[in-house]
């Protein structure tokens, strides 16, 4: 991924994900001791799609048919199957518990 070619308001679109992405970092680290399992998983799902949409801004500064067309970028697409899958993993750890 090539960050040197991105315009300014793409610049802005990462970093706006990405204080997001520490936001929740930080909340999950104060508020560690007082959750369970199963919503600390579904946290870390949350950070890997919120970085994952950090790395790929251009998907939210354009019309949905125009990025339909091609195929996702790679960080999108790790980041949701990475998002499923602590979601899952929450599911689990919810049900044995």
């Not at 520490?22 to 949350?46: F, N």
């Not at 990475?82 to 979601?87: E, G, L």
């Amino acid at each position: 991924m090539d960050t040197s070619t991105w315009k300014t308001k793409e610049k802005c679109m990462a970093a706006f994900w990405l204080l997001c992405a520490a936001t929740l970092v930080i909340m999950v680290y104060l508020e560690s001791h007082k959750t369970a399992a199963s919503t600390s998983l579904q946290s870390i799902g949350l950070l890997a799609l919120l970085v994952s949409w950090a790395m790929s801004p251009k998907l939210f500064l354009q019309p949905l048919k125009e990025s339909m067309k091609g195929p996702m970028q790679k960080p999108l697409i790790i980041g949701l199957l990475t998002f499923f899958a602590f979601q899952v993993a929450s599911l689990i750890a919810k049900h044995m518990a």
